[in-house]
């Protein structure tokens, strides 16, 4: 598990468009809202915590077709299942490495972009809290939804449709965490939904995943 | 005798053939019926005025949109278990049903909240979740069409559904946190004190049994049009198949 981890980060590293793609599209997105709308300050603030979450999930969808595609276009998918590893943990391993290749930048990078939104300095430990719990889970449903849709051609718009529902929680306890925090209120509330929504995902999503890469093999 | 015989497709098309006459007729007599009593012999409402009279379309479309997700998920656990052809079939049937359902009550939704809170929409925890409802039900039937192999689509959708199902009841209780809804209460439970006065219930309740009946009756047609649809594809293999040979 710890092998199929470390390969997909090198191939993520070693082939482009890991990192940095994810990285440079969440930066782009945070840079076009304040020319959509307007560069008043205290707007800014007011929207910043939804802003940096849509903008973070947007770019975590970016790269989920990548998780198992290339593996499927090359002929390695098969071959990973059929391992001594359970797929289970293959699913797991991928959303891991998913995660650490965007959720892990993007959680680091977002305090950062932070400051281009005027974000109100009370929201960043919450914002940072948020996304570290948050992006694992966007990781873990996100390689289901792949696996849902690895084998079709033009894959990709079916899996946004398909996923972007699933994140609405996460988006709507994350993003209120930051907003809380950002007015002084007490937050830990949702965040400790955000939690619980991170630990179910991370309990049941790699069972999902696999049951259905397991019907794309068949 | 047991009910699984009806999953035997053949059994199930001839089960259905005399059943589906009186489920589109009395789908239709309770419809008329309480559309009718509903919209002409109930009194206005002293503060919604004629207004009131949608609910007659809103409460019982909202509620079969709801009921059509929950028989897509039985039908779902059943394929998924017991791999009857007529059940995932049935689940696909009942999809496009509950789309229109879910689009009549946020649409009438709508139509009656531009006059009451003056706003055709509003992010209350209630019409966020519709929302979303629809939002599932685009995907799930984006998944059917996008897959060419039947019993692989069927397989994926039905746990599609089945995540789908747990991630909806999530986001119903995500939005009640989020926001302090607008929309009412629920004003029909049956151990409620407060309910809708009597002389709106009754006409309420006939025009959701022809809702009932009316989704019973899309379903089975649409069902019956997916086996017969199926069995076309099969018969057109077979031939071309026979056809290769000589």
């Known amino acids: ?218 | 005798m047991s009910i699984w015989e009806y999953a035997n497709p053949k059994k199930f098309v001839e089960t259905t053939t005399p059943l589906l006459p009186w489920t589109f007729g009395l789908a239709g007599l309770c419809l008329v019926g309480g559309l009718i009593w509903g919209f002409f012999f109930t009194p206005d409402d002293y503060r919604q005025g004629a207004t009131v009279k949608i609910i007659y379309l809103h409460v019982p479309s909202a509620l079969m949109a709801i009921n059509a997700w929950l028989m897509m998920l039985v039908a779902s656990l059943i394929w998924l278990v017991r791999r009857h052809h007529v059940s995932a079939l049935a689940a696909r049937a009942a999809a496009p049903v509950g789309v229109t359902m879910t689009l009549v009550a946020l649409v009438t939704g709508a139509i009656w909240g531009q006059p009451m809170w003056g706003t055709w929409w509003a992010w209350d925890p209630r019409l966020t979740s519709f929302l979303i409802l629809f939002l599932f039900y685009l995907g799930y039937m984006a998944l059917w069409e996008a897959i060419a192999d039947p019993d692989t689509a069927a397989d994926l959708t039905s746990v599609l559904c089945i995540v789908g199902s747990v991630f909806a009841l999530l986001s119903r209780y995500a939005v009640n946190f989020w926001n302090q809804g607008l929309h009412q209460g629920a004003s029909l439970s049956l151990d409620a004190e407060k309910n809708v006065a009597d002389i709106f219930y009754y006409p309420l309740l006939a025009c959701i049994a022809g809702f009932v009946l009316l989704f019973l009756a899309l379903v089975l047609l649409r069902t019956r049009t997916e086996i017969r649809v199926r069995r076309i594809r099969a018969l057109e293999l077979r031939a071309r198949r026979a056809e290769a040979r000589t």
Do not use: C, Q
């Open chain 1, 1 to 218: 598990m710890k092998a199929l981890i470390l390969r997909d980060l090198r191939l993520a590293i070693r082939a482009g468009g890991g990192f940095g793609l994810g990285l440079a599209f969440f930066l782009i997105v945070i840079v076009l809202v304040p020319f959509g709308v307007g560069p008043e300050a205290a707007v800014l603030r007011r929207i910043a915590p939804g802003i940096l979450w849509v903008a973070a999930l947007l770019a975590a969808l970016l790269s989920l077709d990548r998780i198992f595609a290339l593996d499927h276009e090359d002929g390695s998918l098969p071959l990973l299942a059929t391992a001594p590893l359970p797929l289970e943990s293959v699913a797991l391993a991928k959303a891991i490495a998913h995660w650490i290749t965007t959720g892990l930048p993007l959680t680091l990078a977002a305090p950062g972009l932070g400051f281009l939104l005027n974000l109100s300095p009370a929201a960043y430990p919450w914002l940072f809290g948020g996304l570290a719990l948050g992006t694992p889970a966007l990781s873990l449903i996100g390689t289901f939804g792949a696996a849902l849709t690895v084998g079709l051609r033009r894959g990709g718009l079916l899996l946004s449709l398909l996923v972007l529902p699933l994140y609405v929680p996460i988006l709507i306890f994350g993003a209120e965490a930051a907003r809380r925090g950002g007015d002084g209120l007490e937050a830990t509330v949702p965040l400790v939904f955000l939690g619980g929504i991170a630990l179910g995902t991370l309990a049941l999503m790699p069972f999902a995943a696999a049951l259905v890469l397991r019907i794309n093999l068949r």
